[in-house]
C-alpha cells in the first residue's frame, strides 16, 4: 500500500501566499510523477503542476508563474508554493503520485485526501 498525506491547506486573505507538501509512504518501490490537482464546488479537477523525478515540470494554464512545483526523492515528497492567490484558486487541492509497490512491476496512481485552500477577505 502507497499513502499519500498533504499538508498546508488554510485560509488566506488574496495576493497572499500557502505552501502545500504532501508526502508518499508506504511500501514504495519507485516514485515517478508526482502532482497537484485540485477541484472547485461544481467543477472537474484540473491539474495544477506536476514534476517527473527528474525534475520536468508542467503547470495548468491558469497558474500563469505564481505557483511553483518542486520535490525531494529522498523523501518522496512533493511541495507546491502559491503565490499572489485569487479567490478563484478556492479549491480541494489533492495530491497525486505514480509508485511502483513493492513486490510489483507496474505503476499505479494514487491520491491523497486533499486538503482545503480558501481565498477570501
Known amino acids: 500500500q502507497v499513502q499519500l498525506v498533504e499538508s498546508g491547506g488554510g485560509l488566506v486573505q488574496p495576493g497572499g501566499s500557502l505552501r502545500l507538501s504532501c508526502t508518499a509512504s508506504?511500501?514504495?518501490?519507485?516514485?515517478?510523477?508526482m502532482g497537484w490537482y485540485r477541484q472547485a464546488p461544481g467543477k472537474q479537477r484540473e491539474l495544477v503542476a506536476t514534476?517527473?523525478?527528474?525534475?520536468?515540470?508542467s503547470y495548468g494554464d491558469f497558474v500563469k508563474g505564481r505557483f511553483t512545483i518542486s520535490r525531494d526523492n529522498a523523501k518522496n515528497a512533493v511541495l507546491l508554493e502559491m503565490n499572489t492567490l485569487k479567490p478563484e484558486d478556492t479549491a480541494v487541492y489533492y495530491c497525486?503520485?505514480?509508485?511502483?509497490?513493492?513486490?510489483?512491476?507496474?505503476?499505479?496512481?494514487?491520491w491523497g485526501q486533499g486538503t482545503q485552500v480558501t481565498v477570501s477577505s
Open positions: 514534476v517527473a523525478s527528474r525534475g520536468l515540470r
Open positions: 508506504g511500501s514504495i518501490s519507485t516514485v515517478g510523477v
Open positions: 497525486n503520485a505514480d509508485a511502483i509497490e513493492s513486490g510489483r512491476l507496474s505503476y499505479s496512481e494514487y
